[in-house]
């Protein structure tokens, strides 16, 4: 089932379908304009943690978030702005690197956008 915010936004456009990165639950690089990761590459270029390399490997951009028992960065990968986030992980400091979940990118884009208003 495509996650909440590709639910929400459905189809605005003619063309390809959407393929949400989070039908599991957790992300998969087999995904094209997912909203969920459209939402955290947009915040990563608003809060300027992005760096874009068209003629090398890829994008990268990285999103803070924090809770009570918890902070740490979503980490991204794609190639140029086609709509397909090759990679997303959650990056902490005390903890080994794990999956992105579509309820951390929920808490993130939440925690992101409360911080700008």
Do not use: H
Not at 20 to 48: H, K, Q, V, Y
């Amino acid at each position: 089932m495509p996650c909440k915010l590709c639910i929400e936004r459905g189809k605005p456009w003619k063309g390809d379908d959407p393929r949400c990165a989070f039908e599991n639950g957790t992300f998969s690089p087999d995904n094209w304009n997912c909203a969920t990761m459209i939402a955290l590459r947009e915040i990563s270029r608003e809060i300027g943690t992005n760096y874009r390399d068209d003629n090398a490997v890829a994008s990268i951009g990285t999103v803070p978030f924090e809770g009570g028992d918890y902070s740490g960065y979503i980490v991204m990968t794609w190639y140029k702005d086609r709509g397909r986030t090759s990679n997303a992980f959650i990056a902490w400091d005390s903890e080994p690197i794990r999956e992105l979940t579509e309820a951390d990118a929920i808490l993130a884009i939440e925690y992101n956008r409360q911080e700008w208003y």
